[in-house]
């Protein structure tokens, strides 16, 4: 009988082996729904998708998402994302639709209703009554026979997926493919009215993504704070302007006050060997200066400033060519972007 292998450490599996397996094949899984809701979308979900947005589009009133139970906290999140993006909507409770809340919804909305079978029966009462007073409903279900299919105005049809659940018990790919489609309804709505990053700033005023959408004209620094110098300067003469604005750098302009170069205190420093000081800025300045608009969202500028070729810690701010201000990494930190 032949002896088997010896096994080492390196070779006997771990919980952790189990669990990177485990979570691999849930990754997969719900890839391969993913994948079956892209290729739906470029199929038969097509032409529903686009009378969903057109139904959205074409009402006066906002859009109520309703769901139960995981499709529920789906629903939730869709609501949560529309509002975000430039269009009205909230969640509306099926269970609790029946007991008074159905008076949030007016004949103006629009409902997204959702239930992987299509026949939550908690739904009930809000289908009715969107059929009793015209109110449009659009059902997202994986069946095209069901109650809620065949009461809808319009039907977005899941493709069947197998769950990551090994029991094909929780909804694990399903909801999945449920959000996916929320987000594809948000976006093509966000797209279609031409929603930009200063509307989605107005419903995004905290934290760090709403720092992020400010304008640079709110943080930059201005007037006399710019270390600001004109052509012609003899450079011994204007480090010292330098050194009291405290930017690390000049900018220097021109007989008009465009911004037509710029001088760090690092071409200083590696200048000094070569009697840089009694050279006019006009030979050693930087004469293709990096520049901003007031109006450039703070996101914008960080990157800029981040992935430029050598990334720099100091941008000044144009308008007409002019130098009206400058911002400095410092600034992007208090903000709390950086």
Not at 69 to 97: D, M, N, Q, Y
Not at 112 to 119: F, P, V
Request: glycine share 10%.
């Amino acid at each position: 009988m032949p002896t088997p292998a010896k096994r080492t450490l390196e070779t006997v599996p771990t919980p952790a082996d189990g669990a990177a397996a485990s979570a691999l094949r849930t990754v997969l899984t719900e890839r391969e729904g993913l994948t079956a809701l892209a290729a739906a979308l470029d199929n038969g979900l097509a032409a529903p998708f686009a009378a969903a947005i057109a139904l959205i589009r074409n009402g006066a009133g906002r859009v109520i998402v309703s769901g139960l139970g995981k499709s529920g906290l789906v629903a939730r999140k869709i609501a949560a994302t529309l509002a975000s993006t430039g269009t009205p909507a909230f969640f509306v409770h099926p269970a609790e639709a029946s007991h008074g809340d159905l008076g949030m919804i007016t004949s103006a909305d629009v409902v997204i209703a959702l239930s992987w079978s299509g026949e939550t029966a908690e739904l009930r009462s809000i289908v009715e009554y969107s059929r009793r007073f015209k109110i449009g409903l659009i059902a997202m279900t994986a069946a095209a026979e069901s109650t809620l299919a065949r009461e809808a105005d319009v039907v977005l049809v899941l493709p069947r997926a197998t769950e990551a659940c090994p029991h094909g018990l929780a909804p694990t790919t399903s909801t999945l493919m449920q959000l996916a489609l929320g987000d594809a309804l948000a976006i093509a709505l966000l797209e279609s009215r031409g929603f930009t990053p200063d509307d989605f700033r107005v419903f995004h005023p905290g934290g760090r993504l709403g720092a992020s959408l400010h304008f640079v004209r709110a943080i930059m620094h201005r007037g006399d704070a710019l270390p600001l110098v004109p052509l012609g300067t003899r450079l011994g003469d204007a480090v010292p302007v330098m050194t009291a604005k405290g930017f690390g750098c000049l900018g220097i302009v021109d007989g008009a006050g465009a911004l037509v170069g710029v001088f760090t205190d690092g071409d200083l420093r590696r200048g000094l060997a070569h009697n840089v000081l009694d050279r006019l800025v006009d030979e050693v300045m930087n004469a293709a200066p990096q520049a901003i608009a007031p109006d450039t969202l703070v996101g914008e500028a960080l990157a800029m400033m981040n992935t430029a070729d050598h990334p720099f810690t100091v941008l000044f701010v144009v308008e007409d060519g002019r130098p009206i201000g400058i911002v400095h990494m410092h600034d992007f930190l208090r903000l709390g972007v950086a």
